[in-house]
């Protein structure tokens, strides 16, 4: 199984997009106003069958993340088509590629191959995870970790809500997550005199397996990914890193990260069941949804993906497993309008090489997400990484012959798995139309010249007014 590795990007990339997006759109500029050398730059200028065409360039730099210029020239069918069509038929994408190309404002397709496939989407599954729990829980819902009085006087009960992010690192390896010292803290508080003698840990939340259907056999022991459970502390990370190892059994091990706190060995920790009723000592909150599904776009992070396709399930009454994730944002999809044939998710990581989606169900959402009207879908097109710049983006779009004019201009979700790799994102043509755009292969041998042949391709996209 492939990383998605950002080269010299990071968690900081949520910190600093925002100023690195406002540098990153004046310095990207230049490629709007260089208009066909794009071409030359990507080594395309000649024997390729392509006809390009500059586009109108604004006479001063946009604002960041301006509304969306629905007056700018919309490209044609046939300009994109000439565009596009030599790049996606690369060698390095494989005998199968599928694509769609949106344009944002109308919501017209303007360039389609076999957009209604079922194809393997990798990570790029977490923008449907995305936009289900934003539609179905809201951008400002909170999960919750709770702490009850258990049966007996000075045992506790923790009881695991589907928050993965909770805090036992000096500096927690996710930006605004609870801590579980703090906790601690509130249970002592409420116990008063009582001393804390035990600790239930409670994780009857979730139903059937933590490891989904088709997951690589290193899924949850190469740093990528760990056991879903509804208790766990920093994705279930032994060290702060990103692609640090995971505990066996995260439940477990929040458990007893808690009983410390409360200043109890790890003997004292077992599985139990909150009684019904039961007074109520603490609980902590994650952040907003928004900011949760901010940080697994920019970092694409599996554990993260999987919790909160969870929450769908349980906003829609169904069980908070895999399989009753992968319904209920079915569910979601269809009653936002948007197109499922091809739909046909196992889990909402795109860890599985089960996952199905088609191109236009992807720039469908981006599309939708893109809207005035749809703010509480906003948080995708923010998280978002963003060309060169942050998440799983920032060491891509750096060289002249990798598309780095483009550079700023894409905001774009990676999907990779041995075999796979897809691209699907948002940019602004070089006439100031915003497209949405989806790149999926499924048959790829060469995971570095496949994501180069994928970055050409949007970089082509921002580079001409195709008309």
Same mark, same amino acid.
């Not at 477990?252 to 200043?263: D, H, K, Y």
């Not at 009753?324 to 079915?330: H, L, R, V």
């Not at 060309?387 to 799983?392: D, E, P, R, V």
């Given at each position: 199984?492939?990383?998605?590795?950002?080269?010299?990007?990071?968690?900081?990339?949520?910190?600093?997009?925002?100023?690195? +997006? =406002? /540098?990153?759109?004046?310095?990207?500029?230049?490629? *709007? &106003?260089?208009? @066909?050398?794009?071409?030359? $730059?990507?080594?395309?200028?000649?024997?390729?069958?392509?006809?390009?065409?500059?586009?109108?360039?604004?006479?001063?730099?946009?604002?960041?993340?301006?509304?969306?210029?629905?007056?700018?020239?919309?490209?044609?069918?046939?300009?994109?088509?000439?565009?596009?069509?030599?790049?996606?038929?690369?060698?390095?994408?494989?005998?199968?590629?599928?694509?769609?190309?949106?344009?944002?404002?109308?919501?017209?397709?303007?360039?389609?191959?076999?957009?209604?496939?079922?194809?393997?989407?990798?990570?790029?599954?977490?923008?449907?995870?995305?936009?289900?729990?934003?539609?179905?829980?809201?951008?400002?819902?909170?999960?919750?970790?709770?702490?009850?009085?258990?049966?007996?006087?000075?045992?506790? +009960? =923790? /009881?695991?809500?589907?928050?993965?992010?909770?805090? *036992? &690192?000096?500096? @927690?390896?996710?930006?605004? $997550?609870?801590?579980?010292?703090?906790?601690?803290?509130?249970?002592?508080?409420?116990?008063?005199?009582?001393?804390?003698?035990?600790?239930?840990?409670?994780?009857?939340?979730?139903?059937?397996?933590?490891?989904?259907?088709?997951?690589?056999?290193?899924?949850?022991?190469?740093?990528?990914?760990?056991?879903?459970?509804?208790?766990?502390?920093?994705?279930?990370?032994?060290?702060?890193?990103?692609?640090?190892?995971?505990?066996?059994?995260?439940?477990?091990?929040?458990?007893?990260?808690?009983?410390?706190?409360?200043?109890?060995?790890?003997?004292?920790?077992?599985?139990?069941?909150?009684?019904?009723?039961?007074?109520?000592?603490?609980?902590?909150?994650?952040?907003?949804?928004?900011?949760? +599904?901010?940080?697994?776009?920019?970092?694409?992070?599996?554990?993260?993906?999987?919790?909160?396709?969870?929450?769908? $399930?349980?906003?829609?009454?169904?069980?908070?497993?895999?399989?009753?994730?992968?319904?209920?944002?079915?569910?979601?999809?269809?009653?936002?309008?948007?197109?499922?044939?091809?739909?046909?998710?196992?889990?909402?990581?795109?860890?599985?090489?089960?996952?199905?989606?088609?191109?236009?169900?992807?720039?469908?959402?981006?599309?939708?997400?893109?809207?005035?009207?749809?703010?509480?879908?906003?948080?995708?097109?923010?998280?978002?990484?963003?060309?060169?710049?942050?998440?799983?983006?920032?060491?891509?779009?750096?060289?002249?012959?990798?598309?780095?004019?483009?550079?700023?201009?894409?905001?774009?979700?990676?999907?990779?798995?041995?075999?796979?790799?897809?691209?699907?994102?948002?940019?602004?043509?070089?006439?100031?139309?915003?497209?949405?755009?989806?790149?999926?292969?499924?048959?790829?041998?060469?995971?570095?010249?496949?994501?180069?042949?994928?970055?050409?391709?949007?970089?082509?996209?921002?580079?001409?007014?195709?008309?």
């Amino acid at each position: 199984m492939a990383r998605e590795t950002p080269q010299g990007g990071g968690r900081a990339g949520l910190i600093g997009a925002v100023v690195a +997006v =406002i /540098v990153a759109l004046v310095l990207a500029l230049a490629s *709007v &106003f260089a208009g @066909s050398t794009v071409v030359s $730059a990507l080594g395309l200028g000649n024997g390729q069958g392509a006809h390009w065409r500059a586009g109108t360039a604004p006479s001063a730099p946009p604002p960041v993340l301006a509304a969306m210029d629905s007056q700018a020239p919309m490209p044609t069918e046939s300009g994109v088509s000439t565009a596009l069509s030599p790049l996606l038929h690369a060698q390095a994408l494989g005998p199968h590629f599928t694509a769609s190309v949106v344009d944002v404002a109308t919501g017209q397709s303007i360039y389609a191959s076999e957009q209604d496939a079922a194809m393997t989407p990798a990570s790029t599954t977490k923008i449907v995870t995305a936009a289900t729990v934003l539609a179905a829980r809201g951008p400002a819902y909170r999960i919750q970790t709770r702490v009850v009085a258990g049966a007996q006087p000075g045992e506790v +009960v =923790i /009881v695991g809500g589907g928050d993965p992010t909770l805090a *036992v &690192f000096p500096t @927690s390896y996710y930006p605004g $997550a609870p801590r579980i010292d703090d906790l601690a803290a509130k249970v002592k508080q409420a116990l008063g005199d009582t001393a804390p003698t035990k600790v239930l840990y409670d994780t009857s939340l979730y139903q059937g397996a933590g490891i989904g259907p088709g997951w690589d056999p290193d899924a949850t022991t190469g740093g990528s990914g760990a056991v879903i459970t509804p208790l766990m502390t920093e994705g279930g990370r032994t060290k702060s890193t990103k692609y640090s190892d995971r505990y066996a059994q995260p439940d477990v091990q929040a458990a007893q990260a808690f009983a410390r706190a409360l200043g109890l060995p790890a003997t004292a920790v077992a599985a139990g069941t909150a009684p019904q009723g039961a007074k109520e000592l603490g609980k902590v909150e994650s952040a907003p949804l928004a900011r949760m +599904v901010e940080f697994m776009l920019q970092e694409s992070d599996n554990v993260l993906a999987d919790a909160l396709a969870r929450q769908v $399930a349980l906003a829609k009454n169904q069980p908070a497993s895999f399989e009753g994730g992968a319904s209920a944002m079915k569910g979601v999809l269809e009653e936002l309008g948007l197109p499922v044939t091809g739909y046909g998710l196992v889990d909402g990581s795109g860890f599985s090489r089960n996952d199905r989606l088609s191109p236009a169900l992807l720039t469908g959402i981006l599309a939708m997400a893109a809207r005035a009207d749809r703010g509480d879908l906003h948080a995708i097109f923010s998280g978002l990484p963003v060309a060169a710049y942050s998440g799983t983006l920032a060491g891509r779009y750096t060289k002249p012959q990798e598309g780095s004019s483009a550079a700023g201009l894409v905001r774009a979700k990676t999907g990779t798995l041995t075999g796979v790799n897809s691209l699907a994102g948002i940019v602004v043509d070089a006439d100031g139309r915003t497209l949405a755009f989806a790149f999926m292969a499924d048959q790829t041998t060469n995971a570095n010249q496949a994501v180069t042949a994928l970055d050409r391709v949007a970089a082509a996209l921002a580079a001409c007014g195709c008309r």
